[in-house]
């Protein structure tokens, strides 16, 4: 009777899965721990006490943990910690289950798999023992399934994956372009925003999802969400560190009462863009403390929740410790926090560069930007034809025959405000 078997989910698709649906299992079998594991059937009242005991354990640990995270109540009445786990870099199961481990109770994920991996995100919950209940689940709809029908098997899939609900669900973005979707996406988009958030309205009222919200928006687009909503948003998702802060767009959630969840606090979003870590190696957030605990700290005070993101097990567990006893451990006054305000906006934007790629081949080229994540496809120019792209010194492209999937060459950018390089394929020929 207490022969232990894996508790039934109502996930067993894994259409994100790299491993087949064999080693997934035994993945979960051999990581399956104490909490998602039953007593097999024929003994039902023995696994109800036995459930019982191990999610009262649960919620106990969690209360009684010094470093618990407090929450916040959505307009709904859904509450939720302050302190989460980014995704972001495609988390494996194992970041996620230290995290849970460690006492967080919220991740945020997303089903961009050139991004982040949900399914890892689930197996790590499922790892970590912690019940699906005591933890927020954070995902996002792709662009490119923007439309009722397309966005509608989208929230099914992921509340399948994640034990029957999402609890929070956004939408990444608003819009596709070329680079995030592929150059065809305007055949192959079913719809828009605006179908995507009428299925998730309806799934909404069905109780799959228990808030829905947005990412990567500004405040115009919020106040037109608003206008247009029937379940007005609940969570909006944004850029904020200390150097880029989203004033206006948090005043703007503050006015509509939607909680704001501030994404790349630590400043990966600067690096991302070439440039040294504004935020990490800030002397001026230094003057207070640890730089990543103060933007943290920063963020949590001006009302933000917080999702960091760390691959190390000594950094998820810092992150997890910004609470203690429910009070922050970076103690920062109002002078400080006016102080972390006015660097908004600060850094020199000098670095810009304005990067032309004049195409003097016989053939259309295509234009990759070699980001952190991979390449991303950023134009295309037709033969005599230039494409121009803001950029950033440091920052490399690529070149590629339209027809081609291997790249002919790859450009450094230099230091030069404006500069111009000539892209042709020197062996190029008949496509024979
Ligand atoms: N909606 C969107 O479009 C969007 C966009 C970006 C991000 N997000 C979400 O927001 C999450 C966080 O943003 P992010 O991934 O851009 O990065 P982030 O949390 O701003 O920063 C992550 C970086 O900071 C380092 N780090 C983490 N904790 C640290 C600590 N205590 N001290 C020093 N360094 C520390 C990490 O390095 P180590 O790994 O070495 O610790 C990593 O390089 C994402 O994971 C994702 O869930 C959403």
Redesign the pocket.
């Known amino acids: 009777c207490m022969q232990a078997s894996v508790l039934q989910d109502a996930s067993p698709r894994y259409p994100n899965a790299a491993t087949t649906p064999s080693t997934r299992l035994i993945t979960r079998v051999s990581h399956a721990p104490a909490a998602l594991l039953t007593p097999t059937t024929g003994c039902a009242s023995m696994r109800n006490l036995w459930l019982i005991f191990m999610t009262t354990q649960a919620a106990l640990q969690q209360e009684d943990d010094p470093r618990a995270s407090p929450t916040i109540k959505l307009s709904n009445g859904v509450v939720m910690p302050r302190v989460?786990?980014?995704?972001?870099?495609k988390?494996s199961a194992r970041y996620v289950e230290r995290a849970l481990r460690e006492g967080v109770r919220l991740?945020?994920?997303?089903q961009?798999d050139e991004?982040?991996d949900e399914a890892a995100a689930a197996d790590g919950l499922r790892a970590s023992g912690v019940s699906r209940d005591d933890v927020t689940v954070?995902t996002?709809l792709h662009p490119k399934n923007h439309g009722a029908t397309t966005a509608r098997r989208l929230i099914d899939e992921s509340a399948q994956r994640f034990g029957g609900y999402v609890d929070v669900f956004?939408q990444?973005?608003l819009a596709c372009w070329d680079g995030l979707c592929g150059k065809n996406w305007r055949n192959t988009v079913e719809g828009d925003w605006r179908d995507s958030w009428r299925a998730m309205e309806a799934a909404y009222d069905e109780g799959l999802v228990k808030a829905i919200g947005v990412?990567?928006v500004g405040p115009r687009e919020v106040d037109e969400l608003v206008k247009f909503a029937r379940i007005k948003p609940h969570v909006v998702?944004?850029?904020m560190?200390p150097f880029h802060a989203s004033v206006e767009l948090r005043k703007t959630c503050e006015k509509h009462n939607i909680r704001f969840?501030?994404?790349?606090?630590?400043?990966?979003?600067w690096?991302?863009q070439g440039r040294a870590?504004p935020?990490?190696s800030s002397s001026k957030l230094r003057e207070f403390g640890?730089?990543?605990?103060v933007?943290?700290s920063w963020a949590l005070l001006r009302n933000a929740v917080?999702?960091?993101?760390?691959?190390?097990n000594?950094?998820?567990a810092?992150?997890a410790r910004l609470y203690d006893g429910g009070v922050l451990t970076v103690g920062l006054d109002a002078a400080a926090l006016e102080a972390i305000d006015a660097l908004d906006g600060t850094l020199d934007q000098s670095d810009d560069v304005q990067a032309v790629f004049a195409n003097d081949g016989d053939e259309n080229v295509v234009l990759l930007w070699k980001g952190p994540d991979g390449d991303v496809e950023v134009g295309s120019a037709a033969p005599g034809a230039s494409v121009e792209i803001s950029t950033y010194r440091g920052h490399e492209f690529a070149a590629k025959l339209h027809r081609h999937e291997e790249a002919f060459a790859t450009y450094q950018i230099g230091a030069a405000r404006r500069q111009t390089f000539r892209v042709r394929d020197p062996e190029a020929g008949p496509d024979l």
């Open positions: 989460g786990y980014g995704c972001a870099g988390a991740i945020d994920t997303a961009a991004w982040y954070v996002k956004l990444h973005y990412s990567n998702q944004a850029w560190d969840m501030a994404y790349s606090t630590l400043g990966t979003q690096s991302m870590n935020v990490l640890d730089p990543a605990r933007a943290l917080v999702i960091p993101r760390s691959f190390s000594e950094r998820i810092a992150n």
